[in-house]
């Protein structure tokens, strides 16, 4: 399912599409980027990857493995330790189209990111969850703000912190969920609240699973340093709230052959604009800033397909149609390729093809007309077509390493090692990469 997160005062959806988790297991994540086109995802400052194992796909798991062998699941409360898992991530960008100059300039950005992610099982069919995150970054477009190089606004720290609720039925094999969290950055403080529920169908081979979150933000206002004294009077609001539900539909086609089906609605207003965004007019000495509805919908679907093919090679194809109110329309292709080279190593090859629309209100620098109600120069929103391709490791051990050789101490379960490289036809060109530590105490 698509989840989202809150940063920058925009809320980006998480698609599945974008995933650096490239392992055999149903994962659990929010990989989350700081630009508007949700049609476009891809690693970006502020990931946020949980490799973990949701309550609904750890579920139907168990149905599956339940009805092939006719025998119930073991009874989780004799093997439930606490999970710990500690993720830290990079990322590099370059490239010459900045919202902050106008569509034009460096978009040169660095980021790095810890995240430390808590499970701990109450009894044997609830759990508590806690996640913490930690991330700084260094941008020589943000820099262009004001005339000032090398000023406060060329980096940021961004803290989240995030509690959530589990909850089995082991009669009726339903879940739900529930949590709540905030965020908070120099120039944007959010609060969020989401709850799901995850319903098996009677035929033992499907499943539903709804989704809903909310996130209420309040901008501090900074504007561009030569119009800190002109009026705004479009700018009527610092607050910016954001509604998103989710329905996927999963099946067992076949021991070999799952897939699920997703779709979704969000809606969002208030400020959707960034206040820092500079946009250029023809004859026109002093720039705008930019401008956009203060509301917007979004729409996507989304169709995943895994294939077991056997000999420890499993293929995973996803592809997404994305539309919106403000124009954009978006297709999005991936295949993976999962090995599992012997019981403890794996590797996934992963490649995903992205093409969208440019929305309505795009244009580059010095391209619009003077009689336009909406405007901006960001490329995010532009039309382009990109290409990610990266290469994911993981190694779970059939055994676990003890430290020192005291169980107390916990016990590494696993370490997955995954980088990626995205290029993007307006010349954007990023690097990636994740490192997650799994340990179980």
């Known amino acids: ?6 940063i920058r005062g925009n809320t980006w959806k998480c698609p599945e599409t974008c995933r650096l988790a490239w392992t055999s297991n149903v994962f659990h994540d929010n990989l989350c980027q700081v630009f508007r086109s949700v049609a476009d995802p891809r690693a970006f400052p502020c990931v946020s990857i949980r490799f973990l194992i949701s309550a609904q796909s750890l579920l139907f798991l168990l149905i599956l493995c339940g009805s092939a062998s006719g025998q119930p699941a073991p009874d989780s409360a004799a093997r439930a330790p ?11 960008q370059e ?14 950005l660095t980021d790095y990111d810890t995240r430390i992610i808590v499970l701990i099982p109450v009894d044997s069919v609830s759990r508590l969850s806690a996640e ?13 703000i004001d005339s000032r190089m090398s000023s406060a606004s060329s980096s940021d720290i961004r803290a989240s912190v995030q509690l959530g609720w589990e909850q089995e039925k082991p009669k009726t094999q339903q879940a739900y969920s529930w949590g ?7 120039d944007y403080l959010s609060m969020n609240i989401h709850g799901s529920f995850y319903q098996p169908l009677k035929d033992g081979q499907s499943a539903l699973y709804l989704d809903a979150q909310a996130f209420l933000g309040r901008w501090v206002l900074y504007f561009p340093e030569e119009l800190r004294d002109t009026v705004q009077p479009f700018i009527t609001t610092d607050r910016r709230f954001a509604y998103h539900f989710n329905l996927q539909y999963q099946r067992a086609v076949n021991r070999r052959t799952s897939l699920a089906l997703s779709t979704g609605f969000s809606y969002q207003h208030g400020l959707l604009s960034t206040p820092f965004h500079r946009v250029y007019f023809p004859e026109e000495e002093l720039p705008r800033i930019e401008r956009l509805p203060g509301r917007r919908w979004q729409w996507p679907v989304s169709l995943r397909l895994h294939y ?14 994305y539309l919106d109110g403000f124009g954009i329309r978006a297709h999005s292709l991936e295949l993976e390729l999962a090995l599992k080279l012997s019981p403890a190593f794996s590797l996934t090859p992963v490649y995903r093809y992205h093409r969208q629309r440019a929305a309505d209100y795009f244009q580059p620098y010095l391209g ?9 120069s960001d490329f995010d929103l532009s039309a382009f077509s990109s290409h990610k391709m990266g290469l994911g490791i993981r190694l779970s051990p059939i055994w676990r390493w003890r430290l020192l050789g005291k169980r107390k101490l916990g016990e590494i379960t696993g370490i997955s090692l995954r980088a990626a490289h995205y290029r993007r036809s307006d010349g954007l060109r990023a690097w990636m990469g994740s490192l997650l530590w799994e340990w179980a105490f």
Not at 1 to 6: A, L
Not at 180 to 185: D, F, I, Q, R, W
Not at 368 to 376: D, P
């Open 82 to 92: 606490i999970d710990i898992d500690i993720l830290f991530n990079y990322y590099d």
């Open 95 to 108: 490239g010459s189209h900045s919202a902050v100059t106008g569509g034009i300039g460096t978009e040169a």
């Open 368 to 376: 619009h007309r003077h009689g336009a109600a909406f405007y901006t």
């Open 1 to 6: 399912m698509e989840k989202y997160v809150e």
């Open 132 to 144: 913490a995150g930690f991330n700084t970054y260094t941008s020589a477009s943000t820099d262009r």
């Open 308 to 321: 077991f093919a056997g000999g420890g090679v499993a293929t995973r194809f996803f592809y997404r149609y």
């Open 180 to 186: 709540m969290g905030g965020s908070v950055e120099s």
